[in-house]
């Protein structure tokens, strides 16, 4: 079992920076690899970054592609989403995730979300 705990969530202006953090606890976090999605008000929830376990891989959506970047320490069972130059369109919840396999779609363990909310 992981369990997640999202944070770094908040309201921002367009054009402004925001690092969401994911903590997990539990064991062997770092044999997992880790993923952000977001839900918007009215929408589905949608895929972000991925991080392998080791953290050598990484990809994108391309809605986020040289804006977003993904990380991880598992010295501290941590992963990150550093945001850069947000726009109104990001605002929504933010999940991270967790499973054994790196993808874009399947993760077994997820957190509870944080609200990131972008004003114009």
């Known amino acids: 079992q992981v369990q997640l705990v999202e944070s770094g969530g908040g309201l921002v202006q367009a054009g402004g920076s925001l690092r969401l953090s994911c903590t997990a606890s539990g064991r062997s976090f770092s044999r997992y ?14 895929f972000v970054a991925a991080i392998s376990w080791i953290g050598g891989t990484t990809f994108y959506a391309d809605s986020v592609k040289g804006l977003f970047t993904i990380s991880r320490d598992n010295a501290k069972n941590t992963v990150y989403l550093q945001m850069n130059s947000l726009k109104p369109e990001a605002t929504a919840v933010y999940y991270c995730a967790a499973d054994r396999r790196l993808s874009a779609d399947r993760y077994d363990y997820w ?3 944080t609200q990131v909310t972008v004003s114009s």
């Open 33 to 46: 690899a880790m993923g952000w999605f977001r839900q918007a008000p009215g929408k589905e929830r949608e």
């Open 111 to 113: 957190g509870q979300g």
